[in-house]
């Protein structure tokens, strides 16, 4: 009896991995978790076992250039490890599953077709997701496979935290506030009553803080609210995505600038945010303790927009009882979580600087109002 799945969570440049098993059990557990990093650059593979330990870490031939290619390299390397036999079924994380889709859903031709035409609401994701289907029907036509969106977690929402406030026959069309990490968070709500059981019914914002950023508003473990909208480029600034911003500028681009649609996509989903302002790199690691007066600019203003979402869906929550960080920056940066929580000491914050600097879990003292935490977050899973 099968009874393990395969997860794939393809971007543009990477294809992240994961094996469950323990499905009759409910209780899956990973059996290995990897990568293929650079692709169509310099492709490389890394594996871990369960316990963490690097199993594989080699680099690919330039014949990985895409992500059919880096399909194929996993399968060759997981079926030499495992039997193809005891596989169930693909999980596949999708970034956007529109008004439509609002739980795991099971890929068909007619799914697909849906999930094209959302294509252009999500540019550096969605059609590597696709692609990553399109692949394995291609290989392995024999498994089921099944889509989970990032969006669905947030399906449920007032229609005001949802809706995009123009003409009628406009928001007809499916312009309407999305939402995304559903998955992250997801993962997070459904950690907090192990992790952090004082705040898991209450009020509680969760900070995803990775190279796509943004803050979610959970209310008894479900979503209200979070900063992304109709695509992934509302909210935080990102690695390479400005965040809000007046819709002015765009027609300014095109009006008086002379860009064509696909300079201001590139301009909006590549060349801003943290790369645009520093000028430098949309890695936060590369920022941090650059003594470059734009570099510091670049983190001045990531820590400043996070703290004025945190007020402002503190709003939306009346008040608040914890504060999540999870993901790259928000699990490793202590710097970027120290001074997003100074910014937030009014609302009664106060961190351990100790704790803090162990990347948690709890980072603040006993008597603060609001408890910080850092979670480690788990798409996969
Ligand atoms: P994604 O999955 O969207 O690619 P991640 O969640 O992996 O993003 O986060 C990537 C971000 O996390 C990058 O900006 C990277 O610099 C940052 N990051 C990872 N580790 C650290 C660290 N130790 N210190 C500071 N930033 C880090």
Redesign the pocket.
């Known amino acids: 009896m099968p009874d393990r799945i395969l997860v794939l969570n393809a971007?543009s440049s990477s294809l992240k991995f994961g094996l469950y098993q323990g499905l009759e059990r409910n209780s899956p557990e990973r059996v290995v978790k990897g990568q293929i990093e650079g692709i169509s650059t310099r492709p490389r593979l890394r594996v871990r076992d369960a316990a963490g330990e690097i199993q594989v870490d080699e680099a690919l031939g330039s014949a990985v250039r895409d992500g059919a290619g880096a399909l194929a390299s996993v399968e060759r390397w997981l079926f030499a490890h495992f039997d193809r036999k005891a596989l169930a079924a693909v999980g596949h994380r999708v970034v956007h599953g529109g008004q439509e889709y609002t739980c795991p859903t099971r890929v068909s031709p007619d799914v697909m077709r849906t999930l094209r035409a959302l294509a252009p609401l999500a540019p550096l994701h969605q059609p590597f997701n696709l692609a990553a289907i399109d692949a394995v029907s291609g290989r392995l036509p024999d498994l089921p496979q099944v889509a989970c969106f990032d969006t669905a977690f947030h399906r449920g929402h007032e229609p005001v935290a949802d809706l995009v406030p123009l003409p009628r026959e406009i928001r007809d069309r499916g312009v309407q506030r999305y939402g995304f990490h559903g998955l992250s968070y997801e993962h997070i709500a459904s950690a907090l009553p192990d992790v952090a059981p004082e705040i898991a019914a209450g009020r509680v914002l969760v900070a995803h803080?990775?190279?796509?950023a943004s803050i979610c508003a959970l209310r008894d473990g479900r979503s209200v609210d979070s900063t992304l909208g109709f695509t992934a480029l509302d909210g935080l600034c990102m690695?390479s995505r400005p965040g809000a911003l007046d819709p002015g500028v765009v027609l300014y681009l095109f009006q008086a600038l002379g860009m064509s649609v696909s300079e201001v996509e590139d301009v909006l989903y590549r060349q801003s945010g943290?790369r645009g302002i520093s000028g430098i790199s949309?890695?936060?690691?590369?920022l941090?303790g650059n003594k470059d007066p734009a570099a510091r600019l670049a983190v001045d203003y990531f820590v400043f927009r996070a703290a004025r979402e945190i007020g402002a869906l503190t709003a939306v929550l009346g008040g608040l009882d914890g504060l999540v960080f999870t993901?790259?920056?928000g699990?490793?940066?202590a710097e970027?979580r120290q001074r997003i929580c100074e910014a937030s000491a009014w609302l009664g914050i106060e961190l351990d600087a100790e704790a803090n600097e162990m990347n948690g879990p709890r980072i603040t003292t006993p008597g603060s109002d609001v408890s910080v935490w850092v979670i480690p977050?788990n798409e996969e899973l």
């Open positions: 971007g803080l990775g190279s796509g690695g943290l949309n890695d936060m690691r590369a941090l993901a790259g920056i699990e490793n940066a970027i977050t």
